[in-house]
């Protein structure tokens, strides 16, 4: 493939790449040239602009040419590049797993707030684990945390664990395969957990760059959404401590059924907190 038009600078290359993503639709054309650029030219965003007017090579414009198209096409830039950003650290991920989003950090910050006020010598479970950004994010910020990190998929908690070394936590997380709690057979202190929650009928409707590339096990969260926490609701006080403390991601729409399911399950100091645009994002509940 030949470059449209001649480019001698990095300023040139971002220019390019985004006019290749805008005329494509990208509706985030500008953050994903410039997250292009920095991974093929292996720099952050800072030394992007300080050094646009630095030359760049003909196998770079091609290689920044070839994954532009990609994206162009739908697919996620985080794939393209195989990689994603979560609490500053820059974590592996592919099609196995979900790509890390921002208001999962309000659940990591949350997490990481309760085990150092209480000492930080805590046993956390991660459910869920996915690519494993909370276990890993949490066991970086609580270095006397003791972490086990679960999910059904033996391809996440490959990248899981990947993750985990490459982060030098990983002689402080155990990654278990298993159906939520089947493979669990300890007792923690805190459980975090960001499960399935779309509604199955509304999976069609997803942008096509989440419905057609993200995997549908770790989106699909039922008929109504609330399959995942009906369980855990039933299931997570057999392996909490008593005070133990779980905390969920939900939907925005999600937070009186889900208080309601862990009332009835005996949980009390139920609350919801909001992410940074003000919708109900989190769920805490304790154990008595």
Known sequence: ??????????????????????????????????ILLCYVLDTDRIRLFLDQLEAVSEEDCLCILDLAGRVATGEPVQYVTGEAYFMGYRFAVN??????????????????????????????????????????????????????????????????????????????????????????????????????????????????HVRCHEPGQALDGGVDGLDFYRRIATEAGVFLTNGGTLLAEIGCEQGADVKAALKAAGFFEVSVFKDLTGRDRIVRAVKR
Do not use: W
């Not at 209480?118 to 949490?138: P, Y």
């Not at 270095?143 to 990190?149: D, G, H, I, S, V």
């Open 1 to 34: 493939m030949s470059l449209p038009r001649k480019v001698h600078t990095r300023k040139e290359l971002l220019s390019l790449a985004k006019d290749i993503l805008q005329a494509a639709g990208d509706e985030f054309f500008e953050t994903d040239a410039e």
């Open 95 to 208: 099609p196995t797993v979900l790509i890390p989003r921002p208001e999962t950090e309000v659940l990591c910050e949350i997490a990481i707030d309760l085990l150092t006020s209480h000492g930080g010598a805590s046993r956390v479970l991660d459910l869920c684990t996915g690519s494993g950004v909370l276990a890993v994010s949490i066991a970086r910020a609580v270095p006397n945390a003791r972490l086990t990190a679960s999910d059904i998929s033996a391809d996440a908690l490959a990248v899981a664990r990947a993750n985990a070394l490459t982060l030098g936590v990983s002689d402080r997380i155990t990654f278990v395969c298993g159906d939520l709690f089947s493979a669990i057979d300890v007792n923690f202190d805190l459980i975090v957990t960001n499960p399935p929650y779309i509604r199955t009928g509304d999976l069609p409707g997803l942008p096509p």
